[in-house]
């Protein structure tokens, strides 16, 4: 019998009982006294509560007052939830070392049916950066960056934040008031307003040294930071003009935030602008990438000369 199987059917068996005591399960499911106890603890974690009774003839019987009302799942909403669960894989989201205890709480929760035809969806379907030849639901391969825990954590308490970063080979400090914390491209980033620069930062989760609250008692608020930045323009630093064939291979990847003005009303030429920032080495690649994706019907009307230099660079290592 499968572990979750059995926690599933002594929860049954304890919940029919005003009392039971450890060496009764042991004769009725055949298992020994630290496996009953591990059990136990389980059954406990999972929010059923049990209460101790001591002495001789001690055991454990279930606080009926303190149950909450059972949650019931149809067999759609078991789905959903299995398939939601899955699609994560490979997501490197946080607290995905729980994801364990969470799939055995929920196959906990249904009938056997129930079981077999969720073994069989995680057999047939696959997402995303999902391997293949290995798609286990508990797979913990794609945890992400040790640091993003502890980001979130503080930033619970607190969004103004102390952070060291590793740039350049140097450690640099920021003291920000953190705006949102997102992922792109398996990526995740700090977007902060810097309290000394007075201005937005973008920082990646995985140049993160170290993260602590911030130490000052200065803070300007979160309103006069709003505007603040609602005051700052957006300083767009590369400027394209598109003909059809970029715009069509716009359409198909576009993994910043530009915005696009197309200029005739057929929408076979636009304008796109966005800012670049260039002290951003990945940035820096990523954008080159792109703008070769992009092709070759485009003009430019503006463009850093550090973007200008990554383009001539890999189209000379190209041709040689």
Known sequence: MKKVERINIIMRYINNRAHFTLTEIMREFNISRSTVQRDIREIEALGMPLVAEVGRDGGYSVMRNSLLPVVRFTDNEVKALF??????????????KSRQSLTEKLLA?????????LVLLNQILLFEGTHPGNPDLLDLSDLPHPML???????????????????????????????RLYQQKSLWLIEGFDLDASRKRIIPVDQLTDVIPY????????????EK???????????????PRAIAQYRKYHPFRVTLSYTNPYQTTAILKMEVEVNRTEELKEVTNWL?????DLKVKEMPDEVRAELQTRVYLYHH
């Open 215 to 226: 130490p000052g008692s200065n803070r300007p608020s979160s309103k006069k930071i709003k």
């Open 83 to 96: 398939i939601a669960f899955m699609a994560t894989r490979n997501g490197q989201l946080p607290y995905l």
């Open 149 to 179: 825990d502890k980001l979130i954590r503080l930033l619970l308490a607190d969004r103004y934040l102390f952070i060291t970063c590793r740039e350049n080979q140097k450690d640099i400090s920021y003291a920000v008031y953190l705006l």
């Open 229 to 243: 930045l609602s005051k700052q323009q957006v300083k767009n630093n590369l400027v394209l003009e598109l003909g």
């Open 109 to 117: 929760l249904i009938s056997e049916n129930q079981q077999e035809e």
């Open 292 to 296: 070769l994706f992009l092709g070759d």
